[in-house]
């Protein structure tokens, strides 16, 4: 008979994956905390006696991190070290039919969509006017601000609409609401996240208005940065660029993912983009706002690429000069487009093929950082660390991209705080400089 531990009622919040699994993260604690309920983030103290794992289910690697949690968990139960384990996210969302014979030791598999079955099993109310009450597991001074729910595209590739559904956007209205708390409680920079950012609006508005959210959001006191994440090149809204260029606290700064540039393997895709229409897209980027600092991300290894493909992405890469850039091997997922076509790139060519972009785009931001030297810039302090003040330009996304930093000797700085940095060393990721003021 497995004996309950002698632990107060206290509840554990682990999050795996994106950004967006973290904000779900932070509403169901903001919601836990509202009624009364004692809970942590990912508590590195042995104090609680539920845990809460919510997991990604987006790729293979990711898949297995999420089991592994949840192995160790029900590792932890079986030992009396909890007595409950719920399981929520993706990979429930996708899986929980296989898992919940697997995995006895989980009490309750939960969907993307069931925050109130969460709260109801944890003997908690489910409040509707928390409206962008949350607890934030970010430093205070920068948040996760999720515009909209699910996503409508069809890219073959992608389980993600399997496990987060169709695509809805929250009212212009609410986020401003969710801003405005957010700023009260000393937030300066706002992350805006989705499955697709550009897709905002056509839903609700029947029109796109992320431009038009990002200038109400833009307006609201106490914040002082706007970051886009996610955009979509199919259809991409290009008064979104006359926001970034004209409004002082958006960021010049996009998050694009475009995963490949051959007509071939775009078309297979589905990604409603050819090479001719996406190097004349990021070209558009670059006429509009010059110094606007541009993220992608790409995929390498896809069904059917050649090393001919491939090259023709290594060239692209050369040719756009990303200022940020990331590479994912393709994973073969079922349920999804692509897992009707062969895998037929072997896991060590996928690998070479990423590591031969990264090679490009290591080379690439060397040269970039270096032109930044001599240079002075806004820098958001987010740590202490290493004897150094580590921040962050308006042009870098914490935790994916550049950081800033500065030797803790030079002067003062309080974390969360804006300062004035001038650029006196660049590395291939990051940069090195002073405050001058
Ligand atoms: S837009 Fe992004 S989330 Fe949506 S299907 Fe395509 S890759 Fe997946």
Redesign the pocket.
């Known amino acids: 008979m497995k004996t309950r531990t002698l632990k107060k009622n206290k509840v554990n919040i682990v999050t795996l994956g994106c950004s967006k699994n973290i904000y779900d993260s932070e509403v169901l604690m903001g919601q836990l905390k509202a009624n009364g309920m004692e809970v942590s983030h990912e508590s590195a103290v042995d104090d609680f006696n539920i845990v809460v794992i919510n997991t990604c289910g987006f790729i293979d690697n990711a898949k297995e991190e999420s089991i592994n949690t949840i192995l160790r968990f029900a590792e932890a139960k079986k030992d009396g070290q909890v007595d409950k384990v719920y399981v929520t996210g993706c990979l429930s969302e996708r899986y929980k039919g296989d898992l919940k014979g697997e995995i006895p030791e989980v009490d309750r598999w939960f969907g993307t969509r069931e925050l109130p079955a969460i709260l109801k099993t944890l003997k908690a109310d489910y409040k509707a006017e928390l409206i962008g009450e949350r607890l934030l597991t970010t430093p205070r001074h920068f948040a996760y601000l999720k515009i909209s729910e699910g ?5 073959s ?5 399997l496990m ?1 559904g169709k695509h809805i956007s929250k009212p212009i209205e609410e986020l401003v609401i969710e801003a405005q708390k957010l700023a009260a409680g000393g937030t300066r920079e706002l992350i805006m996240i989705a ?2 950012s550009t897709y905002y609006g056509l839903d609700l508005y029947k029109e796109r208005k992320l431009a038009a959210l990002m200038e109400a959001l833009a307006g609201v006191d106490g914040i002082d940065w706007i970051r886009l994440h ?1 955009a ?1 090149p199919n259809g991409f809204p290009e008064d979104v660029l006359d926001v970034v260029r004209n409004n002082p606290k958006v960021c010049r700064y996009i998050d694009i ?1 475009l ?1 490949h540039v051959s007509d071939d393997v775009l078309k297979s895709m589905r ?1 409603g983009v050819n090479k001719e229409k996406t190097y004349r897209l990021v070209n558009t980027f670059r006429e509009k706002v010059p110094d606007m600092a541009i993220r992608t991300t790409l995929i390498s290894g896809y069904p059917g690429e050649t090393q001919k493909h491939h090259e023709e992405l290594l060239r692209f890469v050369e040719d756009m000069r990303f200022d940020r850039l990331g590479v994912f091997t393709y994973s073969h997922e079922e349920n999804t487009h692509a897992y009707l076509l062969n895998d037929d790139v072997p896991a060590d060519v996928k690998q070479e093929r990423a590591n031969e972009i990264m090679e490009v785009q290591r080379g690439i931001s060397y040269d970039l950082n270096q032109a930044r030297i001599g240079h002075t810039y806004k820098v958001l302090i987010d740590r202490v660390e290493g004897g150094y003040f580590i921040g962050r330009t308006e042009f870098d996304s914490p935790e994916v991209d550049n950081e800033v930093l500065i030797p803790v000797n030079d002067s003062y700085a309080r974390v969360g705080d804006f300062a004035e940095v001038k650029i006196d060393d660049a590395q291939e990721f990051d940069l090195f400089g002073h405050f001058t003021s």
């Not at 996503?151 to 890219?155: E, G, L």
């Open positions: 996503c409508d595209r069809p890219c590739f992608c389980a993600i609409p987060r499955q697709d996610y979509f993912p995963q990604r």
